[in-house]
């Protein structure tokens, strides 16, 4: 398999992550650490949350979760931390104050717009170029060889397999045209790709997001409180998220 260039995106990720934490031991800055799935459904979250708690600055920094899981063991501050896996969140190294089930996703097989190469998640076999996740980091991917391992397909179109840094990566690389098939989460679908099919949960497992919280600061535990509220869990359901 091959891995898609990722120095420039993870020279500007890094640039970003030193910006942020250089400024996150501030007493009025929350740093959200986020799984690359939830970026765009944050965007308007993170803005209605600053409107809401005067004089506190929220910052989002999304990406594949194993990536920043691997940056909070390495002491990177962050408050917050939305993953999408469970696993992200078992491998934390540091201690954690709260711990809750946050949301749930599905994983879908999608093509080029007018292109399909496969009717089926599992049969891949006129897939020129397959685009997942990195299954190091990126859960979306962990998901897909999951369940291409269990139809027993994987060492068939493993050579063919090319590795993205984070989910919204393999959507572009879609979009483009640059693979013929890959596998995003229902939240990434739009109008641009060919949705084909879902995975089912019985070959993928669950798909969880867990949320916890890593500092005392009262103004993070009412933010991560309103996380929870059934007015902001809409916005993310209306998103294609689920409960």
């Known amino acids: 398999m091959k891995r898609v260039s990722g120095v420039i995106i993870g020279m500007a990720v890094a640039l970003l992550l030193s910006q942020v934490w250089?400024?996150?031991d501030s007493e009025d800055t929350v740093?959200?650490?986020a799984a690359a799935s939830l970026g765009p459904a944050l965007e308007e979250i993170e803005r209605q949350l600053e409107a809401e708690f005067e004089g506190i600055d929220v910052r989002v920094v999304t990406n594949g979760s194993g990536a920043l899981r691997a940056q909070i063991n390495?002491?990177?501050?962050?408050?917050i931390f939305l993953a999408a896996s469970v696993d992200d969140v078992d491998r934390l190294q540091i201690p954690i104050l709260e711990r809750d089930m946050f949301l749930h996703n599905e994983l879908w097989l999608v093509t080029p717009k007018g292109k399909p190469c496969a009717e089926t998640w599992d049969d891949l076999n006129t897939c020129a170029r397959i685009v997942i996740g990195d299954p190091i980091n990126v859960p979306a991917?962990?998901?897909a060889k999951v369940a291409l391992e269990g139809e027993d397909v994987w060492e068939e179109v493993e050579p063919r397999v090319m590795f993205a840094q984070n989910v919204r990566q393999v959507l572009t690389l879609i979009e483009q045209g640059d693979a013929n098939a890959g596998f995003v989460y229902k939240t990434e679908l739009t109008?641009?790709?060919?949705?084909?099919?879902?995975v089912p949960f019985e070959a993928t497992g669950a798909i969880s997001y867990p949320a916890v919280r890593l500092t005392h600061d009262p103004y993070v535990r009412d933010i991560y409180a309103r996380l929870f509220d059934d007015e902001i869990q809409a916005h993310f359901l209306a998103k294609g998220f689920s409960k």
């Open 31 to 33: 740093t959200i650490l």
């Open 141 to 143: 991917g962990r998901y």
């Open 74 to 79: 390495h002491g990177s501050p962050a408050d």
């Open 191 to 198: 109008t641009a790709i060919e949705s084909i099919q879902s």
């Open 22 to 24: 250089s400024s996150s």
